[in-house]
């Protein structure tokens, strides 16, 4: 009787719970269904012949003890699926694949199972019927069912799949992410001694014709200096040392033999990914316009807000609170805020110093907003107006960026922005007796102009010529750390000022240019009234 009762009160909780659940507000501007069907799509149309690409949901990250960090789902699985939950895995397939019933599919996915008592604590799944009706997909299951799926993953020319970072834990309960990968690499004969990197440049030897083989041999040579366990293999080091074209398609053919023993690849699901990736759909774009939008908000609010007394931790609270107030649920990344001397720490995380003082305060933050990350860094006096020597800097910075963005066009190289922003530089600091050779620049602003900008904050991409609906930021920057062999007048300056630029047919679009950036415009806002002047919290012992 009690069993009965146990099991009624449960039964009833769950019914409660799911109909609770189902009422649940959420944003209604997320990506639609048929964005990431149609991403399908395109990956299908770029996969070899009988080959089938398998994405893994992102692991879930400890903390500390029994709280975990929260979750943030792989972007390329989030791009094709929609899916944010954990313990999850999609297959896509090149061709139309057949299941017992008759029914002809062209992907499957595998996600966590409804239950009631673990959304209790933690929140709603979409489950089968949930993935079903919101993203669209026709073949769905619980993720237990991975393990007896009818999929013959040795019956395709290539399985093509991330290789593994072990990351991941083994949890309580079935059809979590670790038995899903066991699972995979248990049906996909999976050795104990796969090398993603490796079979990469394996690929890149049999994929190349053989008369461009001694640059491949180059490009190799360079990849057996980084990573030490590739020195060993005999067939990488011979390519490298061969001494003529003969040898060379010799070893080619070795490595042929050695590919035809397991049909697993991880340079196709990569290639086809970094291309899709790098161009945004309109779609996209509305998010990530939207998420740098609110980001240049926050570079504003912050300009009107700055007194020599807030702390690192105080700016970065600003820009984070404006982040908030727009719906955007995370950072893109970790906010680095230096005051001074720490805004030389290019990956300056801590932000603890109790107060900036007079100094420059490099801010470099960006909103996430459904998954699409911003990125923008402003440099700002703390008392509201630049020093002289502030100023000089800022705006050699200020012409550097400016050079930049002007060549980041279609058709032009990626490394097109940091070499104008590094001839900038490299004139400016000659100049003021900085440094006495064009090489010593390298010491002051010793990082690249750009990097993609999407779902990441260092997005994927082919890092060829410019394409049309790219996004990249132009991010040149000064940093004279005290020490540094020049005059003391200029230690402790950094200065970084890096804006998301659009690249489209009728030339680039700053698309955070609301946040100030010239010095003359920055001082003007720094004068006007926050919002949080008159929000004074009481003192605490």
Known sequence: MKA???NTLFTTLGILLVIQLNGQDTPADYLSA???KERREKVREMMSPNSVLVFFANPERN?????DYIYHQDPDFYYLTGYREPNAVLLVFSDSQQNTAGETYNDLIYVQERDAKAEQWDGKRLGVEGTKEKLGFTMAFNGDEFSTTMVDFPSF????FFDFENDYRDKRGAADLYDLIKTFKEKANYPADYDAKKQELYSMITSTPIENSANVAQILGRYLNNYANL???ELLKGFVSAADEAVRKEIREKVLIVQKTNNLDSSMISE?????RETKTEEELVLLKKAIEISAVGQIEVMKAMHPNMSETEIQGVHEYVYRKYGAAHEGYPAIVGGGNNGCILHYIENNKPEVGNDLVLMDLGAEYHGYTADVTRTIPADGSFSKEQK???DIVYDAQEAGIAVSVVGASFQSPGNAASEVVAKGLLKLGIIKE??????YFPHGTSHYLGLDVHDKGTYGPFKPNTVITVEPGIYIPEGSDCDKKWWGIAVRIEDDILITENGPVNLSAIAPRTTKAIEAMMKQNSPLDDFVLPNLD
């Open 157 to 160: 020319d290539t399985v093509s």
């Open 438 to 443: 064009r090489s010593q620049a390298k010491t």
């Open 34 to 36: 048929d964005f990431h």
């Open 272 to 276: 086809i990914m970094n291309t899709l």
């Open 231 to 233: 020195e060993e293999d």
């Open 392 to 394: 000089v800097i800022y």
């Open 63 to 67: 903390r500390a003890n029994d709280v």
């Open 4 to 6: 009965m009762l146990r």
